[in-house]
């Protein structure tokens, strides 16, 4: 029977050694919490890096990796040091991801992480290679991976690929400044289907691939001397009623087993009980916008001084890529702006800002969706942005606004949320009054019709309206030989 090889940078699981013991822990980013459910369902398995670093794993511990990682259905790539720098924190994470997010001043062109950048890429396609049967359908995830399905394509030319992009893809003026454009592209093009967020992402790359590689065109098809290349959007989904149950679970508890965060934030609920809480929920990452809600915040209280004492930014900001210079200026930064905007507006019984730099077991991040009266999501630019979509599936009683940019991927499914521009403070100091006056029956109403769009277009249906593309690909590969 064929099955699925899902192929991503990470595994959904994180293993570390502790006291010289595996330690397996989910993996946290959208890409691993989207896909889990789909990987757990189906008939797959999936192929990527453990999260750490070969020269960490004692000899005696390898085959341990290997086998908890095959619990899981999943095969894990080993990386050194050397590769990880160069691969994952440099041309991925200082080339790709800044400008794939319009970044440009981040952008590094490093002709080393480029060629382990290849190296890396060609290393996870020969893993792919060792498991795939003749059949089976591969799904390569994200701009780590960006060659892959070229290099899968030289050794098994009629195997069926999908390439799925889980960020930008940037303007085509932006993208040609890439030093190794052709490539790219090229690398991108061994799949059968190429599937973004949304239909602007799609016309980027087209426009590129039209541009660039001087490739005919038409429409969302791509005529390859020897292929038919189809590209097409597919926003993704959340796994709905796993937020949705969990809310509905979190409202059942007791007060002996809440978590010691609800029973801290049902303390400030209490004390406070005509305030209000904003959520503000990302990875450390100047994509994200953080920087800029803290200043639209402070410019808030500013403008409108009326909610001194009646409002609480949460904010959660998990740890991420802190190896990159940028990552480590933004988080002194973020310090710097919620020492200052505390020590500005605090009163003896008020603190405005509540600010967690870790991560939060899942059971938490249900505490801070339900708790939260507000969601304030202010990326600068976002593929999509799942954080959004699970605030909403966790309202089990429709209440809480959206503020949301215009700059997600998911702004495009959520015109009832509140849209903003993030560098506009004028206008999110604006929303977030608006947000706080909403009538309940209009938060109602907006939120039923985001619910209703994001039940029915969940994870599951995203994943299987990718694969059934890319079955039809098959057939389009028959009509083009027929020609
Ligand atoms: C990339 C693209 C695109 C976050 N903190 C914790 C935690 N999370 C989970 C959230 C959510 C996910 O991580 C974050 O997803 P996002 O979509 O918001 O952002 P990225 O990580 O940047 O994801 C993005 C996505 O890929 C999918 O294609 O939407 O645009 O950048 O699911 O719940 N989970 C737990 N603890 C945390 O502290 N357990």
């Given at each position: 029977m064929s099955k699925t090889i899902i192929i991503s940078n990470r595994l959904p699981l994180q293993i570390s050694i502790e006291d010289n013991n595996l330690e397996v822990t989910p993996s946290v980013g959208g890409l691993a919490t989207g896909l889990k459910s789909f990987h757990k369902e189906g008939d797959s398995i999936w192929i990527g890096w453990s999260g750490l670093p070969e020269e960490e794993i004692p000899e005696h511990l390898l085959e341990d990796v290997k086998s908890k990682a095959r619990d899981e259905d999943c095969i894990a790539v080993n990386l050194t040091e050397e590769e990880i720098e160069g691969f994952y924190y440099g041309f991925s994470n200082r080339t790709i991801w800044p400008l794939f997010h319009y970044f440009m001043e981040y952008t590094e062109s490093d002709d080393t992480y480029w060629e382990t950048y290849k190296q890396v890429n060609q290393r996870y396609a020969d893993e792919v290679l060792k498991h795939y049967e003749e059949g089976d359908h591969i799904w390569v995830?994200?701009?780590?991976?960006?060659?892959?399905?070229?290099?899968?394509?030289?050794?098994?030319?009629?195997?069926?690929?999908?390439?799925?992009?889980?960020?930008?893809?940037?303007?085509?003026?932006?993208?040609?400044?890439?030093?190794?454009?052709?490539?790219?592209?090229?690398?991108?093009?061994?799949?059968?289907?190429?599937?973004?967020?949304?239909?602007?992402?799609?016309?980027?790359?087209?426009?590129s691939?039209?541009?660039?590689?001087?490739?005919?065109?038409?429409?969302?098809?791509?005529?390859?001397?020897?292929?038919?290349?189809k590209v097409d959007s597919f926003p993704m989904g959340i796994d709905y009623e796993k937020f949705s149950k969990a809310a509905l679970d979190h409202y059942e508890k007791t007060s002996e087993n809440q978590s010691e965060l609800q029973q801290r934030l049902d303390h400030h609920l209490k004390a406070t009980p005509d305030a209000k809480l904003i959520l503000s929920l990302d990875r450390l990452d100047y994509t994200k916008g953080i920087a800029n809600r803290l200043r639209a915040f402070e410019y808030f209280l500013d403008?409108?001084?009326?909610?001194v004492e009646k409002v609480r930014l949460v904010?959660?900001?998990?740890?991420?890529?802190?190896?990159?210079?940028?990552?480590?200026?933004?988080?002194?930064?973020?310090?710097?702006?919620?020492?200052?905007?505390?020590?500005?507006?605090?009163?003896?019984?008020?603190?405005?800002?509540?600010?967690?730099?870790?991560?939060?077991?899942?059971?938490?991040?249900?505490?801070?969706?339900?708790?939260?009266?507000?969601?304030?999501?202010?990326?600068?630019?976002?593929?999509?942005?799942?954080?959004?979509?699970?605030?909403?599936?966790t309202r089990t009683d429709h209440t809480g606004v959206l503020i949301l940019s215009e700059m997600a991927g998911a702004a495009h499914e959520m015109n009832e949320a509140l849209i903003i521009n993030p560098n506009n403070f004028d206008q999110i100091a604006s929303t977030m009054k608006q947000a706080f006056e909403m009538p309940v029956e209009e938060q109602i109403s907006r939120n039923k019709m985001i619910q209703k769009r994001l039940k029915r277009y969940n994870v599951e249906k995203w994943a299987q309206d990718f694969m059934k593309a890319l079955r039809n690909t098959e057939d389009n590969r028959q009509a083009f030989e027929a020609i």
């Open positions: 995830h994200d701009y780590q991976l960006l060659l892959v399905p070229k290099m899968i394509r030289e050794q098994a030319p009629d195997a069926i690929i999908g390439f799925f992009n889980h960020i930008p893809f940037p303007s085509y003026e932006v993208f040609r400044t890439l030093p190794w454009r052709e490539e790219v592209l090229e690398g991108v093009l061994g799949a059968d289907l190429i599937g973004f967020h949304t239909y602007d992402y799609e016309r980027h790359f087209l426009s691939v039209s541009r660039i590689l001087r490739h005919q065109v038409d429409f969302n098809e791509i005529t390859l001397p020897d292929r038919i290349v403008k409108y001084p009326e909610f904010m959660l900001a998990v740890p991420s890529r802190s190896n990159v210079p940028q990552y480590q200026l933004l988080k002194r930064e973020i310090d710097e702006l919620v020492g200052r905007i505390n020590g500005k507006f605090s009163t003896v019984s008020w603190t405005p800002i509540w600010y967690f730099y870790r991560s939060m077991p899942f059971e938490n991040l249900i505490d801070l969706y339900t708790s939260c009266d507000i969601a304030l999501l202010t990326p600068i630019r976002d593929g999509m942005n799942l954080v959004a979509k699970e605030y909403i599936a």
